[in-house]
């Protein structure tokens, strides 16, 4: 076994050499503290595995994403979502029957507890929708125990009623009736019927629209060990329920720094150009270091070439644009100019600065008409099987330990306690 050695305090020791499938190299140090008193310091966890996977394969440097060993682009082109929700949580390709089974048990399962409609009547019309979705999935785990159901069940449960929840949350905001889901439909035209269907009149789902969801789903499907997914498994490894874990996961993505981006990124453009439209100076911004002003949609932790998510969907959104109409958006413009000049500029050129997902995500939701305050609830919905996937492998995984992160302690020394009189 090949192994690394490190010299501590005048001591060699030999810390064994883990390699992963794609030969991925990590030094474990499993025994460090134990054998020499030291733990390791990486804030933001840049240099840190937190596990072994075997669900997604990411290479940052040269843009490659695979979910259980297909390429991203393969997928994107062929599959549908729910065969891609197989894929993550069961770890192969389904064959016609698992898919036909596993289709209809999302389709069986997409309605709500009515009780649970009660919820969304406490909610102020202005609620964000990612509150109500984290909420809400936390609160099916009182309807559906753990120990009461089975675990399958339970992630069928969540695949199906979460688009339920997220489209009902929509509903409430606009004062419009919820509209049930249709076992007729698949599950990405079912969620958008639920959008945006009125009981008023018949609405038969786009095939554009369809397509493009789907896209953006499986896109955002499953991307290894981030924050949500992190976060995930950090509440799942204290033996949390599956609801409970997914919800934490949900808080963790709407945060700016992550799935929220997307909806900064819009409203980023829309500041822009509610500004006269001049995107230089808010590049200027973004570059100025006594800004904090950060250009929505741009960078990322492991992708340092491009974002193998964001070349598929810059492609196909330029396709889908112009079949819903949308060419003369004039936030579009604006993007296609901030991509410009990231692609040029010295600034973002060396710090390998591209347009992440997030900017094309954005955009192809405003020409979809998903409200702006949805957008982040969709990308919840695309990585829900990762999450589902990442926990129960972790909770399959015989070995697997409390999540418990040691810390370096910098603040006072011991010190005597001042009575109250005397501070
Ligand atoms: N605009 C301007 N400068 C930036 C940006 C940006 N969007 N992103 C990074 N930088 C600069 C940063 O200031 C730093 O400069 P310097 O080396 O001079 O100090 C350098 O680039 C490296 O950045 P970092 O902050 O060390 O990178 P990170 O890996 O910690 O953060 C990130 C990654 C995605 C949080 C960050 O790039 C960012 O905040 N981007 C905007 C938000 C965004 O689009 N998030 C969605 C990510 S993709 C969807 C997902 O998977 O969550």
């Given at each position: ?5 490190l ?27 134990k054998?020499?008193g ?15 996977s ?18 991203i682009?393969?997928i ?36 709500l ?8 009547e ?7 929708p990612?509150?109500?979705l ?5 609160s099916?785990?009182?309807y ?14 969540l ?11 929509y ?14 439909l ?20 786009p ?8 896209l ?14 992190s ?28 799935g929220?981006?997307n909806?900064?990124?819009?409203e ?18 973004a570059?100025?270091?006594d ?67 997030d ?21 919840a ?20 330990r409390?999540n418990?992160?040691?810390?370096v ?15």
């Amino acid at each position: 076994m090949a192994t690394a050695k490190l010299s501590v305090d005048g001591r060699d020791i030999d810390l064994p050499v883990v390699e992963g499938s794609e030969g991925e190299k990590a030094i474990d140090i499993t025994s460090l503290r134990k054998e020499t008193g030291y733990i390791t310091l990486d804030p933001g966890y840049g240099n840190t595995g937190s596990c072994t996977s075997d669900i997604t394969f990411i290479n940052g440097e040269e843009g490659v994403l695979r979910y259980r060993g297909y390429p991203i682009e393969q997928i994107a082109e062929k599959a549908d979502f729910v065969e891609v929700c197989y894929l993550l949580i069961f770890g192969s390709l389904p064959n016609a029957d698992q898919l036909a089974e596993f289709k209809q048990e999302l389709t069986y399962h997409s309605l709500l507890h009515e009780d649970m409609k009660k919820f969304f009547e406490g909610y102020p019309p202005t609620a964000h929708p990612m509150a109500i979705l984290s909420s809400m999935v936390a609160s099916l785990s009182t309807y559906y125990p753990e120990d009461e159901a089975d675990l399958h069940l339970n992630m069928v449960r969540l695949l199906a009623k979460a688009k339920t929840i997220a489209a009902f949350s929509y509903k409430k905001t606009i004062g419009q009736p919820f509209i049930y889901p249709k076992n007729d439909l698949d599950y990405c035209s079912n969620f958008l019927h639920m959008m945006f269907a009125v009981p008023s009149e018949p609405y038969a789902v786009p095939e554009v629209l369809r397509d493009a969801l789907n896209l953006l789903l499986i896109l955002h499907a499953d991307h290894e060990q981030n924050c949500s997914t992190s976060t995930v498994r950090m509440v799942g490894s204290s033996q949390a329920n599956l609801f409970a874990s997914i919800a934490a996961g949900v808080c963790a993505l709407w945060g700016p720094l992550h799935g929220g981006a997307n909806q900064r990124v819009i409203e980023m453009l829309e500041m822009i150009r509610d500004d006269g439209g001049d995107y230089q100076k808010y590049v200027d911004m973004a570059k100025d270091k006594d800004s904090d002003f950060k250009l929505m949609g741009f960078g990322h932790r492991v992708y340092k070439n491009f974002d193998p998510r964001a070349r598929i969907l810059k492609r196909t959104a330029d396709r889908v644009l112009e079949q819903l109409g949308h060419r003369k958006d004039s936030l579009i413009d604006i993007a296609r100019n901030l991509e410009q000049v990231a692609l040029e500029d010295e600034y973002f050129v060396e710090r390998k600065l591209y347009p992440n997902v997030d900017f094309y995500s954005g955009i192809l939701y405003r020409a979809m008409e998903i409200p702006t305050q949805m957008f982040t609830v969709m990308f919840a919905l695309g990585r829900l099987p990762g999450w589902i996937a990442q926990w129960r492998e972790m909770r399959s995984d015989p070995g697997a330990r409390i999540n418990r992160p040691r810390q370096v302690y910098t603040g006072a020394t011991e010190r005597d306690w001042v009575a109250l009189d005397q501070r």
